[in-house]
């Protein structure tokens, strides 16, 4: 199809970018087409590998922390003048290669492809990146690969360790289990020690920038190209432990018994209700249920829930947090059971900084898409980030929303739509 | 304290059962009093060997078979006339040594011990047995640990294997997981075809006594002795699943969602109201509950349920089944889900013999202890052996009526009492 418009404004190569997506996409690849890598799995590893090697083979340098984020750095003395670039900042693109089990191939894996695909593109057509603000400074170009974005261990631990939020504290009870962390770190190469050490002074990086694929439904309702995030929601986890008495499933009668899975099951029931009911903007999610002894024939004498819930406000979070935990005391005083309340962790929302969300702006339109902003459901990398460095974000349409499934796809001319906006905002911030 | 009757009838000798039922209670013993010997476990084996050595250190003779049941026995020939006795029958006296993971100290370890106590003292005092009802034949004694009677991997495994009711079909799809049977049975040297030859030929048992903890609180609300069995309860055992959509729980709206948890919590708390209201004799239990993908950010695309019911009525079961069934479909299809149903097995409900239960009822008399007849709504090995041969059962007080925790307990006297009720009834049936 001839295009009506001028070769200009400069664009990725489509098809280089699709044959480093397919191959990823290969790499513990499940028979419903999604990908199972949670986070140094041998199927992440895998990836990591084949990233390292992709880096290198592209005649970028290879470089990683002690947090194990791998990335391609172009460095600004390379397309420069040939001097070395002392007050070189970095700007950031990127994503991660983890995935959440049993989950799609587009989530996080389009954005670290993309990142590298403007590096690649970059690098090719020998452009000299310079702050926009600081025109005596060049820039490097970085596309990282950030350690277990998804949370199988920590959640945007990679991102963290790079801001220099992470602490002893949050490798000391992981979500994912201490002993899951310490194994999976040993899989890796690392330590508590090596993950703290990968904290990046607070000048170094020019900002980040992140594509991922929109993972709901509004973009491609609206047939809107380009969604542009003014805020990340916050997310809050905890561990909730409903504590009954385990007894023989025969013959201790109904009436005798307190069988912890009751609890568990109408705070389930309630706490949706009460989030759809009095929290619009907010979500809840309880991903797992483990009973204990866990047996046919015994009573549950313990029932712990995997509890998660989102909100773009601080304000409406605290609300909810509060309803939440009343809620479970009061679902377990109900059938005579215990609680324990373990809170795992939070994420506050995160606004997106406006220079960037400008630049994807007139990238846009620069470019021929149509773009609405809209804020993000999902917990991303760049959260950890916004307090470091300037940040932006854009979503590509998800086919009927679907995520952590394997049944998440994004068509490719979305993709590549993505690819070139970030290209674009790249050289609106550092062209 | 002195005995106010004379010292017959004759009696176990409690120091010596209570030396062996100690000894087993340290084998794979919890910290909080409590036993760990899921069937084929380090800790069961480590049972199952230290009570070959005990029968071999007692001076009776070891027997094992194809489904790894193993055996105290006592021959008619050692104790009688010195010759063979070949159209000798075998009275049967046993329990199970494996527990639930993380039972207590006395669920079937008592009737094994009382078992090979009362075997130890008919040697000791030489006792001729012979039937009762057929003069001529002389009968043996055998104290048997039953192999997977709690249903770690199939339930009643070795008592059903035994009657020769264990089928091919029941070994493909154990209530555990083939994979679990198939690496347990390798763990103790066993396999399908041996399992499945170890069944014994119907006229070769006398018969079947068990004494187990009631598991219950009718005993000790009544303040009576000893409980007599009028009747085993059936069990019928499904695997529920419940199955949505996986999405990111981040991204995704309430309403646009196909959440496994809902269907499956609402069920589980359906159930139980719906037996409590319209089935009063009969139990129902949601033991564990298992969540796929089962992370925190991801709505559970399918909630897999074990589900036992328990009813002393057939007519009863084939209604509650019916209904039980018609409420998880119903469940199923409020929240969007689909349903499968997979049904693991069923114990029908059996009858204890009348002979057996005057036998016991007139050895509780001669021995001063108190008697009451129930129904037992825990499943037994007896119900295996129910068309085998006459079965008998007896309980004694569970404090508190807990079990299938570390919490059961029986005050020692009372275990006596069952041992000397037991030794009573061998000798009115075959003294």
Not at 201 to 227: F, T, V
Not at 278 to 300: H, L, R, S, T
Not at 326 to 349: D, N, V, W, Y
Not at 383 to 392: F, H, M, Y
């Amino acid at each position: 199809m001839a295009e009506s418009f001028s070769t200009l404004p400069l664009r990725v190569n489509p098809d280089r970018m699709l044959d480093s997506f397919t191959q990823l996409a290969f790499i513990a690849a499940t028979a419903d087409g999604g990908v199972n890598r949670p986070t140094f799995s041998d199927g992440h590893l895998a990836a990591r590998k084949w990233f390292k090697e992709e880096i290198e083979k592209s005649g970028l340098e290879f470089r990683t922390d002690g947090a194990g984020n791998h990335s391609a750095f172009l460095p600004a003395s390379v397309i420069g003048s040939g001097q070395q670039a002392p007050l070189a900042k970095t700007l950031l693109l990127g994503s991660h290669l983890d995935s959440v089990p049993n989950g799609g191939r587009f989530d996080g894996a389009l954005g670290v492809m993309a990142a590298l695909e403007v590096l690649k593109t970059v690098k090719e057509n020998r452009i000299n990146l310079k702050s926009r603000t600081e025109p005596s400074r060049s820039v490097n170009l970085e596309a990282i690969d950030f350690t277990d974005e998804e949370g199988t261990l920590v959640g945007l631990l990679g991102s963290a360790a790079l801001a220099g939020h992470l602490s002893q504290k949050d490798l000391a009870s992981p979500r994912g289990g201490r002993d899951q962390l310490v194994e999976g770190m040993a899989r890796a190469g690392l330590s508590d020690a090596s993950m703290l050490s990968a904290a990046r002074p607070k000048d170094s990086l020019a900002g980040y920038l992140e594509l991922h694929i929109e993972q709901g439904k509004r973009l491609e309702r609206a047939g809107i190209d380009i969604g542009i995030v003014s805020a990340i929601v916050g997310i809050w986890s905890y561990r909730l432990s409903f504590i009954g008495r385990a007894d023989h499933a025969g013959s201790t009668t109904m009436d005798d018994r307190l069988d912890a899975s009751l609890g568990a099951s109408a705070f389930t029931l309630a706490a949706r209700e009460m989030v759809m009911m009095g929290f619009p903007d907010c979500v809840v999610n309880v991903g797992k249920m483990d009973f204990a002894p866990g047996a046919f024939n015994i009573v549950p004498a313990r029932a712990d829930l995997a509890l998660e819930f989102r909100s773009p406000d601080e304000d409406e979070f605290n609300r909810l947090d509060a309803a939440l935990l009343e809620l479970a005391r009061k679902e377990a005083g109900r059938f005579g059971l215990e609680m324990r309340i373990e809170f795992l962790g939070k994420h506050s929302p995160s606004m997106m900084n406006e220079t960037m969300q400008t630049a994807f702006a007139t990238a846009c339109d620069d470019l021929g898409l149509t773009h609405v902003s809209l804020s993000s459901g999902a917990g991303h990398d760049g959260q950890s980030l916004a307090d470091l460095c300037p940040v932006g974000m854009i979503f590509v349409p998800s086919v009927d929303g679907a995520s952590h499934s394997p049944r998440e796809f994004t068509k490719w001319d979305d993709c590549v739509n993505g690819a070139n906006v970030l290209l674009q905002a790249v050289l609106r911030l550092a062209g």
